[in-house]
């Protein structure tokens, strides 16, 4: 039960920074992908079953929220949410290069993804190339320092038990 | 499959198996789903959450906002008195010449809640919805110019859609040479607003000012649109390729106005 609400504690803290702070953010140019961030923290924390389930959730939920293309953001962060969850097995999480590379990634497949759907010409590369480096240039040292600074807070490293928490069906 | 992989593992891959599904499923048929109800119980849910994200900001803002707008009401005081003048003479003139009189807009003052889309907005949350007499079909607007039209509204709140969103459409016209077209938001090459089918016998210059346009079917005639930014020609050589600043500032938006749509305002359906 305590898993469920954080997990819907999180998802609604992603979602409310999404649309308040982070899309005045935005339009500035400086591209926070909170969505990517988020559901890479989730699967690192709690494995792949929560975090496919997480990205599901928190895509769906994204993707309410836009009148077009139910289901974009689902499928791509449930695909993060699994890879993330099944590397953090393997990986050692709590180095900071490591989720570096992991946002980086996760940030490039998101935003490249999402972006496909919005820009239906050819001539519109140039556009999505330059928003999706510009989000991955911010997202993954800033998601990175963020992590630190909770870890830092904290006193403890943040992603300990991960292999021993039951995903959602188990 | 799945009995080659470990219990968890295979969990694991049989829940990814069924969201790429669903999602795939969703991304065929979505269009074609009711997702206005869903998407009234999410306002529901985050419009007060929004609003108790946005007080710092807006208290930090509106301490600035304020001292702007003291200035600009005294600028506008000044204007108003030649204005009235102006006012006065050409109701006359419409008088003798037997033209409509104009009517001046209802504005329902409305907050603005959240955005959607990133990195350029698409959608706007609005503080007023059914209740509050905000109706589908209505055109929202900022002291600076046109937002869009309330797209969905709910008993409390409302959706407005923006400029920005590519399907939005808005009739236009220059407002200094009444040339017509009609507003367009492309993503490709680049996110820019554009007046199309302006045919290249008209004349366009840059910094004129774009309106609505009578032909406009969902919105009154005369609000600010924006301004012409560029002038190109169409690779199909006909037309001309107006690129369109906004006049409202679509990334920064924390209060605005709703007006009925002209068939409300006409007392039509």
Known sequence: MRILGAFAWFMLVTLLLRSTALTALAARGLVFDVLAFATVVWALRWGESWGVSFGFALGLAAD????????????????????????????????????AVLILLATVLHQSWAACFEIGKLTGWPYV??????????????????????????????FTHAAVEPGPTG | MGGFLPPAEGRSSALLGLYAVVSLLLLVTGERLPTEALRGVGAWVFAPLDRVVLIGDRIASSWRENQHLRQRVTELELENVKLRDAAVENQQLREELQL??????????????????????????????????????????????????VGESYPSYSRVV????????????????????????????????????????????????????????????????????KVGKDPSGLVQDLEIEPAARLSRLRHGFVIPGPKALEGGP
């Not at chain 1, 992590?147 to 807070?153: E, G, K, Q, S, T």
């Not at chain 2, 955005?115 to 949350?125: K, Q, R």
């Not at chain 2, 929202?140 to 110019?145: E, I, K, M, W, Y």
């Not at chain 2, 938001?185 to 016998?201: C, Q």
Request: contains cysteine.
């Open chain 1, 64 to 99: 309410l929220d836009a009148a077009h293309w139910l289901g974009r953001h689902a499928l791509a962060l449930a695909l993060i949410g699994y890879t993330v969850g099944r590397l953090s097995h393997t990986l050692v999480r709590d180095r900071a290069r490591v989720q």
């Open chain 1, 129 to 158: 190339l330059e928003r999706v480096a510009l989000a991955a240039v911010v997202t993954a040292p800033v998601g990175t320092f963020l992590l630190a600074l909770v870890r830092r807070a904290s006193g403890q490293p943040l």
């Open chain 2, 100 to 149: 409509p009189l104009w009517h001046g807009l209802p504005l329902k003052p409305v907050e603005i809640l959240a955005l959607s889309g990133e990195p350029i907005p698409v959608s706007a949350l609005l503080s007023a919805g059914r209740r509050q007499g905000v109706q589908t079909g209505d055109a929202a607007l900022t002291r600076d110019g046109l937002l869009g039209r």
């Open chain 2, 162 to 229: 923006l400029l920005t969103d590519p399907n939005s459409a808005v009739a236009c016209e220059v407002e200094s040479t009444g040339v017509l077209g009609v507003l367009h938001f492309f993503t490709a090459p680049k996110p820019r607003l554009m007046l199309t089918g302006v045919p290249l016998a008209d004349t366009v210059r840059t910094g004129e000012r774009v309106v609505t346009s009578g032909l406009s079917l969902r919105y009154p005639r005369g609000i600010l649109v924006g301004t012409v930014s």
